[in-house]
């Protein structure tokens, strides 16, 4: 994507910490916390969830309900006109579930870079020792994982940690064992790990921005460790 032809405007994507405004709330908050807009040659108005198009982008922080209640009111297609300075915008209907999409993918492939990193651990058997041996930084169940299976890696990964009693558990994950395993190349997908404080954080912040997309729990530092090796208990749910 870039700016159509004549289209003279700036760049917003020089820094990841300085501070984006969402074009419908008002709100501000750091780029990586923020979905961005961009346009195609033809003015088609798409998700640029990397922030990566060259040009002018539009920032939008609200859940995905919120901004299809404002694409259905017009307001959706103000505020873009204003942040593309007037410049001629196409606004595809399906744009909500576009975005969704688009940040499902940023998180799944985040999650295969890690596979193949050897930072990310599958199985069971495998996570559960890791866990044990204090390894695991951060854990992940399908939403369609057992509560069996995910309270027993949870208690393996409360024992590594010696946080028995904290209540820590892992992220209850917004994919099921079916997009996790096509994803990853793997059959039957049902437990993730990570060995690293790194890649949590990677994946903490693609998945904070689903789930927020989502209108679901916000909570990103949900079924991880700190950098002192302290837990966080609290679960990240669907609805």
């Known amino acids: 994507m870039r700016n159509p032809r004549n289209e003279r405007v700036s760049s917003d994507i020089d820094s990841a910490k300085a501070e984006r405004t969402c074009i419908l709330s008002g709100g501000k ?3 990586d916390d923020f979905v ?9 108005v798409l998700p640029d969830v990397h922030a990566r198009a060259p040009g002018r982008g539009a920032w939008i922080g609200v859940s995905r309900a919120d901004l299809e209640k404002a694409l259905a009111k017009g307001k959706l297609k103000g ?3 204003r942040a593309f300075k007037g410049a001629p915008l196409s606004i595809p209907d399906d744009l909500a579930e576009r975005i969704e999409q688009a940040l499902v993918r940023a ?3 985040r999650l295969g870079l890690e596979l193949k990193s050897g930072k990310l651990l599958m199985g069971s058997d495998r996570i559960a020792q890791n866990a044990r041996e204090g390894r695991v930084t951060w854990l992940g169940h399908a939403a369609d994982a057992s509560e069996d299976g995910s309270r027993k890696l949870d208690q393996a990964w409360r024992v590594g940690r010696e946080a028995e009693g904290s209540g820590l558990k892992g992220t209850r994950l917004p994919l099921d064992r079916d997009t996790l395993s096509v994803a990853l190349g793997r059959d039957n ?3 993730l790990a990570l060995t690293d404080r790194g890649a949590a954080d990677r994946v903490a912040s693609l998945l904070q921005r689903l789930l927020h997309f989502r209108g679901q729990a916000d909570e990103s530092a949900a079924g991880m460790v700190d ?5 966080h208990a609290a679960s990240v749910t669907t609805n």
Do not use: W
């Open 227 to 231: 950098d002192n090796g302290q837990a």
């Open 189 to 191: 997908v049902v437990h």
């Open 79 to 81: 505020a873009l006109a």
């Open 36 to 44: 961005r807009l961009a346009i195609s040659p033809d003015g088609l």
């Open 107 to 109: 998180l799944t492939d």
């Open 29 to 31: 908050a750091a780029r």
